[in-house]
């Protein structure tokens, strides 16, 4: 890609996405997502039906006239947005592939985080860490993040999801809302889940392609697994493959929900050939609820 077709494709996503993110997301992100506490603001005058454990007695005895604390909640935060680039993301078999949705979705919660005037980083991933963005504010820091996102080339095609959450765990050190957006095509994670979600705030963003659940009859199927490189021919129109199939897909679904339910991280799945606003705004509701 070049680099005016770059800047077309990054100022595409910009528009689609930031327009997005004020008209559906604006209050409910900032709702759903709360600061580190309340801090002290200023005083003002004692009024009628205020609170009396905010007198500031202190003040009051200087002036001799009651006065009260006023608080404010703490809004500044950080977010991390961890990445999955592993081949199995450079799949779609409807709307588009997994990685186009992926760019999209950090957009808009990048966008999300700007508006609300919170730090940002991003943290690529394989089974090794690919790349570390540090969080940062501005306009200018989350353009570079969507730039990084639509041309950068990772070194491997596995994933290893336990490694990419201890780095979390390990190199945040301050307690972040944490993002992890992968389709999460890997064996058991439970342990470095549970520790990363009790030191951040951390919710599981799923992508899927429906075909990845259902083989179609369409004979003799070569398939390539893009994180092996491993070639399998695969007789489709053999009713027990494509049933055995299925049931090997449930098995994992069904592991993969035990995960997320024994760590208590919150989760949305996301197929490619579906709007991804309606479970965003649902996931902020469900939270701010």
């Known amino acids: 890609m070049d680099t005016t077709e770059l800047i077309k494709k990054v100022r595409r996503i910009e528009i ?18 709360k600061g580190r506490g309340m801090s002290f603001s200023e005083v003002r005058e004692y009024q009628m039906g205020d609170d009396i454990r905010t007198i500031d007695w202190n003040v009051t005895a200087r002036f001799n006239h009651p006065y009260v604390k006023i608080f404010e909640e703490e809004r500044e935060l950080t977010l991390i947005l961890l990445v999955d680039v592993s081949g199995s993301e450079n799949f779609g078999t409807r709307k588009q592939l997994k990685e186009d949705m992926i760019t999209e979705l950090c957009a808009v919660l990048a966008f999300s985080g700007l508006q609300n005037n919170d730090k940002v980083g991003v943290i690529f991933f394989t089974d090794i860490i690919e790349k570390f963005i540090p ?101 489709t129109s053999n009713k027990k493959m494509r049933y055995a199939y299925a049931e090997a897909i449930n098995r994992k679904e069904k592991v993969l929900s035990e995960i997320f339910k024994h760590t208590g991280v919150d989760t949305v799945s996301i197929a490619t050939d579906e709007s991804y606003m309606a479970p965003l705004s649902n996931l902020f509701k469900k939270r701010k609820r």
Request: no cysteine; hydrophobic share 35%; glycine share 6%.
């Open 16 to 33: 689609k996405t930031r327009g997005i993110t004020q008209s559906l997301f604006s209050g409910e992100y900032h709702s759903a997502f």
């Open 135 to 235: 969080p940062k504010k501005g306009k200018a820091h989350i353009l570079r993040i969507i730039r990084e996102l639509l041309e950068f080339k990772p070194k491997n095609t596995k994933t290893d999801i336990t490694q990419a959450l201890k780095y979390l765990t390990n190199a945040i050190k301050k307690k972040s809302i944490a993002f992890m957006i992968s389709d999460f095509m890997d064996g058991d994670f439970t342990d470095a889940m549970k520790i990363a979600s009790r030191k951040h705030d951390l919710i599981a963003l799923r992508i899927y392609d429906k075909r990845e659940k259902e083989l179609p009859n369409v004979g003799l199927l070569k398939t390539i697994d893009p994180e092996s490189g491993k070639i399998t021919w695969m007789d």
